[in-house]
C-alpha cells in the first residue's frame, strides 16, 4: 500500500537555528498538509498546499513557517529560527481531494529544540 | 464551546466487551467525518469515514447525528490491539483543514 514518508525521524535543533523537515506524498495525491502534535497535546492544523500554492493555514503557521514543493515529490516545511515551544511530532498528510476524502498522515518527524 | 470535543477517558474496558464513544463538534457546517486511532507516539490512522446513513467494518460501527452534531463510535468484542487513543475529526468551514478532538484513551485489559 503507497504510504507518506517523512524524514528525518528525529531532529535535534539548537533554538535559533532554521530547520527543514521534509516530505514524499503518495504519488497520485494533489493535496498535501502539515500538522503538529505537541507531547500529550492534540493534532493542530498548520497548513494545506494545492496546486503548488497555500491553500489554507492556521494562526499557527506565522512567518516563522514556510512550505515548498521543490519537485515533483518533496514537500517541506522550513522552520526559521526556531523556538522552544517548537517541540513537537511534524506530521505529514496527503490526500487525493479534499471533502470527504480521508488524508493518509506519514509517521511524524519529532523535532526537539534545545 | 470546542470545536471538536471528545471524553478523554480513560475508558477501561474487559476484553471481548462492546464500548462506545461520542464526538460533538460545533460548526453546523462540516461536510466529513471521520475516525483516527493513534497509538502512543505514532502516527494518526485513519480507522473509518463516517456516513449520514452510518456505516460498518467488521467490529467498528459509527453513526452520524447531524441534527445533534454529534459522530460516534461503537466497538463490539474489544481485542487487548484496540488500545489506542481514539480521535474524532470533522472537516472545518473550508475544503481542506481537519479539525481535532483532543482523543479518547480506550484502555483494553485481559
Known amino acids: 500500500e503507497p504510504e507518506v514518508t517523512q524524514t528525518p525521524s528525529h531532529q535535534v535543533t539548537q533554538m535559533g537555528q532554521e530547520v527543514i523537515l521534509r516530505c514524499v506524498p503518495i504519488s497520485n495525491h494533489l493535496y498535501f498538509y502539515w500538522y503538529r502534535q505537541i507531547l500529550g497535546q492534540k493534532v493542530e492544523f498548520l497548513v494545506s498546499?494545492?496546486?503548488?500554492?497555500?491553500?489554507?493555514k492556521s494562526e499557527i503557521f506565522d512567518d516563522q513557517f514556510s512550505v515548498e514543493r521543490p519537485d515533483g515529490s518533496n514537500f517541506t516545511l522550513k522552520i526559521r529560527s526556531t523556538k522552544l515551544e517548537d517541540s513537537a511530532m511534524y506530521f505529514c498528510?496527503?490526500?487525493?481531494?479534499?471533502?470527504?476524502?480521508?488524508?493518509?498522515f506519514g509517521d511524524g518527524t519529532r523535532l526537539s529544540i534545545l | 464551546r470546542k470545536e471538536v470535543e471528545q471524553d478523554p477517558g480513560p475508558f477501561n474496558v474487559p476484553e471481548g466487551a462492546t464500548v462506545a464513544f461520542n464526538c460533538t463538534y460545533s460548526?453546523?457546517?462540516?461536510?466529513?467525518f471521520f475516525w483516527y486511532r493513534q497509538d502512543c507516539r505514532k502516527e494518526p490512522k485513519l480507522l473509518m469515514s463516517?456516513?449520514?446513513?452510518?456505516n460498518e467494518d467488521g467490529r467498528f460501527t459509527a453513526q452520524l447525528n447531524r441534527a445533534s452534531q454529534y459522530i460516534s463510535l461503537l466497538i463490539r468484542d474489544s481485542k487487548l490491539s484496540d488500545s489506542a487513543t481514539y480521535l474524532c475529526?470533522?472537516?472545518?468551514?473550508?475544503?481542506?483543514?481537519?479539525?481535532w478532538g483532543a482523543g479518547t484513551k480506550l484502555i483494553i485489559k485481559p
Open positions: 460548526n453546523s457546517a462540516s461536510q466529513s
Open positions: 498546499f494545492y496546486n503548488n500554492e497555500i491553500s489554507e
Open positions: 498528510a496527503s490526500s487525493p481531494g479534499t471533502r470527504s476524502q480521508p488524508q493518509h
Open positions: 475529526v470533522v472537516t472545518g468551514g473550508s475544503n481542506y483543514q481537519l479539525i
Open positions: 463516517v456516513y449520514s446513513s452510518g
